[in-house]
């Protein structure tokens, strides 16, 4: 699916904060409780950060496939849309500064000995995501019913110095843009970089709006007032949020590495 974003005439990006801390750390049980607790902080401000309790070599693997495709020029160019004006059926596309690799089953299947990592995790997050519909629904009215391929994105600080996707709703139907809503309700992020991350020294934080998770702000500058949550992109940090009401920032890549996530959406009926 293509990401609606706005097009602002200077960058949006916020400051890093303080990294957050997690949430919620994954045992590798599956487990009510921990599914409860991560619905309990999605109800509370509308994300919820994760250690996913990757071992290591894991880890060490989903960097070097990823790397790997990057090399042999499996990532594309990715766009953002939105209508050429509020409520238009007309959408006009603009490059991203990030490049990716939709995780399709075709690519998949093509690059079996490529991606045999990333396989797993493209897996075990549609099962992470499928694991808390039961309490969405119960909690929000909200019962996932597709879920979109995953999408492992690169935003690469040394070709494009302080890239960055600034502030923007996955699903921005309720804001002032007037989108048709395209479903999506559920966000899943996992970071593959190597650790040490800093997100002031090397930018690259995911920074999060503290609104209503109810209900989207109409507009950019109304999201922006709210507090904001900081999360660094370091390995083995998942981020849960909704799609449609969170606004949130890729706060730009300042070093000269390259930030790596696995992302992918859960739609409704």
Not at 32 to 40: G, S
Not at 122 to 130: A, I, S, T, V
Not at 244 to 266: C, D, E, G, I, Q
């Amino acid at each position: 699916k293509p990401s609606f974003a706005s097009a602002p005439a200077a960058p949006l990006s916020g400051t890093p904060g303080d990294p957050a801390p997690f949430d919620v750390e994954l045992t590798g049980e599956r487990s009510v409780e921990t599914a409860r607790r991560v619905v309990e902080r999605l109800r509370e401000r509308g994300v919820c950060v994760i250690r996913a309790g990757a071992d290591r070599t894991f880890q060490r693997a989903l960097q070097i496939e990823s790397k790997a495709l990057w090399d042999m020029e499996a990532f594309s160019e990715a766009k953002k849309g939105q209508p050429v004006v509020p409520g238009s059926h007309q959408v006009r596309f603009d490059t991203r500064d990030d490049k990716v690799v939709w995780m399709t089953g075709e690519f998949k299947e093509s690059h079996h000995n490529k991606c045999k990592a990333l396989r797993v995790l493209d897996d075990q997050l549609g099962d992470f995501g499928w694991g808390l519909n039961k309490l969405l629904e119960t909690e929000f009215g909200i019962s996932l019913k597709q879920r979109s391929t995953g999408m492992l994105a690169c935003y690469a600080g040394d070709m494009v110095p302080g890239a960055r996707y600034d502030f923007h709703v996955d699903n921005p139907y309720q804001t002032s843009m007037e989108v048709v809503d395209d479903k999506r309700r559920l966000t899943l992020v996992y970071y593959i970089n190597e650790s040490g991350w800093d997100v002031r020294r090397d930018g690259g934080g995911l920074q999060v709006c503290l609104t209503n998770p109810r209900r989207a702000p109409r507009t950019t500058a109304e999201a922006k007032l709210s507090p904001k949550l900081t999360v660094s992109p370091e390995c083995d940090t998942m981020v849960a949020f909704f799609s449609h009401t969170m606004y949130h920032a890729v706060l730009p890549v300042v070093a000269n590495k390259r930030r790596w996530a696995l992302s992918t959406w859960f739609m409704s009926a």
